[in-house]
């Protein structure tokens, strides 16, 4: 299994409009961060993790040519607005559609923005999504690759995480729930967000996610969904233990 990090970002991507913070007049490239994304390759199928924004340029700058199936975590738009932009892998696509993964409630939500996709006789050029629920601790696979869906709480909000037998990807947290962080606990690779330095009501600031991810006792924590207010890339990366390190666009697992 290969990881690529298509996105680091929060919401409103790094550098942010109209800001001349540090961390958004910075030349590192590590400083620039597309909204959080991510993309999971296999020999025999390729799986996109949220699809934002920032989706037609993420695929471009990687070079992807294929996806076979889209996990959502959640229904929020830096995660899903990007939808209509797989319009060209549905169309490369025999069967002229694309399965998406996600919670009943995400799905419903799909049907609403992207109406256009669900009509009886679309216009042309119209993307058309083939939409698969899942279930928090109910195993599906794609390809025989299994995944299986965890209880994350953003805020009051229950999203997607998703656990891979290489890797699990958690973005958006504020807490888990016990019983779910016994369930995923010694996994070897984590990806855990980590917004900035102050406390928020429904993220995980960067003293939490270093302590969550010690709790999860990960071999190695990539963190994620990273705000311009945290700091330059490489400022931050000094404060880290040596399992924990600042996850950047474009970085390859």
């Known amino acids: 299994m290969n990881f690529t990090f298509l996105g680091t970002g929060t919401s409103q991507g790094v550098p942010v409009i109209a800001c001349n913070c540090d961390v958004c007049i910075s030349l590192d490239q590590r400083d620039r961060r597309l909204r959080t994304s991510g993309l999971v390759q296999y020999d025999d199928a390729t799986i996109l993790i949220d699809a934002g924004p920032d989706l037609r340029q993420q695929m471009l700058i990687h070079n992807v040519h294929h996806l076979d199936a889209v996990l959502l975590t959640h229904e929020h738009n830096d995660h899903l607005i990007g939808l209509d932009d797989l319009r060209p892998f549905i169309f490369n696509r025999s069967e002229r559609t694309l399965s998406i993964y996600g919670l009943p409630r995400v799905l419903d939500e799909i049907r609403t923005r992207f109406a256009y996709a669900f009509e009886d006789h679309p216009y042309p050029g119209a993307p058309r999504f083939d939409l698969r629920p899942i279930a928090y601790d109910q195993m599906f696979d794609i390809k025989g690759h299994e995944i299986v869906p965890i209880k994350v709480m953003h805020g009051s909000l229950d999203i997607a995480g998703f656990v891979f037998p290489e890797l699990t990807y958690i973005t ?20 855990l967000n980590a917004l900035h330095r102050e406390e928020h009501h429904s993220h995980l600031n960067l003293v939490q996610a270093q302590q969550l991810a010690n709790q999860l006792e990960a071999s190695k924590t990539y963190l994620t969904h990273i705000s311009h207010l945290m700091g330059r890339a490489q400022d931050c990366e ?13 970085l390859k697992l």
């Open 172 to 191: 958006d947290c504020k807490y888990l729930e016990d019983e779910v962080i016994e369930k995923i606990k010694g996994m070897e690779v984590l990806v």
């Open 238 to 250: 000094i404060e880290l233990k040596d399992h924990i390190e600042m996850a950047y666009d474009g």
